[in-house]
Every structure is written in structure tokens, then in C-alpha cells.
């Protein structure tokens, strides 16, 4: 018998200060930028910086952060930074970077702003996963 596939997870705003940044879910992020902690306070809280969870925000299976109006590398002023982008290791193959990236766009041209980037390690499987999307890639 054929067992239905349940329904994707929605992509839903958070407020960054109720997103457990504790949670296993970071721990990657945390093992490679060691100041995460102190950033998210710092920057993502206290500016209440647009984020997008899919699943709870005390254990996210996915997230985005965007910062409006960061015109790096000479891009536009009405340029927006994803500055976070992230999905589970447990919930790959899932598509939910798909419904994350869709949610985050779609919040980006309602801002609206002309552009969009963020920034990927050579070594990051976005590299790779974004250019269908519409990015390419621009050495900084």
C-alpha cells in the first residue's frame, strides 16, 4: 500500500529572541564561527532582523536570517543579505531549503530590494544548489 507523504512544514516568521540558538540544530554553525552566540544577540536580536523557521524555533529543521539594506562588494544600496541560511542534516533531501529559500525571496522583493546575496564557503553545498535558483557567483 502506498503511505501518503504528510504534508511539507510550513516556512513561518520567528522572533529571533524565542529561537533556541542552544539547540543541536546550530551546532554546526557554532563549531565554525564560535562567535555565533554573541552575534545573534548582538545583531540578529537586538535589530529584530527578519527570520524564517521551518519547524519550532526552540529546534528548528530549518532557518534564514536576512539584513536589509548591506550593500558589501559594491552592490546596490537596496541590496538584502541572507545572513543565515541553514538546513538540518536530518531533514535533507526534504526540499525544505526549497520552501526556506521561496518564504525568504518572496519576503526580499516585498521589501523591495533590487538584489540579494550572502556568503558561502568554497566548500558549501549551496556553491553548488543555488545557481538554479537565479545566484551566481561573484568573487569577493
Given at each position: 500500500?502506498l ?8 516556512v ?12 543541536e540544530?546550530?551546532s ?13 544577540q ?21 532557518l ?5 539594506n ?6 546596490p ?7 543565515t541560511?541553514?538546513?538540518s ?28 546575496f ?6 558549501n553545498?549551496?556553491v553548488?544548489?543555488?545557481?538554479p ?8
Amino acid at each position: 500500500a502506498l503511505h501518503p507523504s504528510p504534508p511539507p512544514p510550513k516556512v513561518a516568521p520567528a522572533d529571533p529572541d524565542g529561537v533556541n540558538v542552544r539547540s543541536e540544530f546550530f551546532s554546526s554553525l557554532t563549531a565554525s564561527y564560535p562567535e555565533f552566540y554573541e552575534w545573534w544577540q548582538g545583531k540578529v536580536v537586538t535589530q529584530g532582523r527578519t527570520t524564517f523557521v521551518v519547524g519550532e524555533p526552540d529546534d528548528p529543521q530549518a532557518l534564514s536570517v536576512i539584513k536589509e539594506n548591506d550593500s558589501d562588494y559594491g552592490l546596490p544600496p537596496d541590496t538584502t543579505k541572507i545572513c543565515t541560511f541553514k538546513v538540518s542534516q536530518d531533514a535533507r533531501g526534504q526540499r525544505y531549503g526549497e520552501l526556506l529559500l521561496k518564504a525568504t525571496l518572496t519576503r526580499i522583493r516585498a521589501i523591495p530590494s533590487s538584489t540579494t546575496f550572502l556568503e558561502v564557503a568554497a566548500d558549501n553545498e549551496l556553491v553548488k544548489w543555488l545557481p538554479p535558483f537565479g545566484f551566481t557567483t561573484l568573487d569577493g
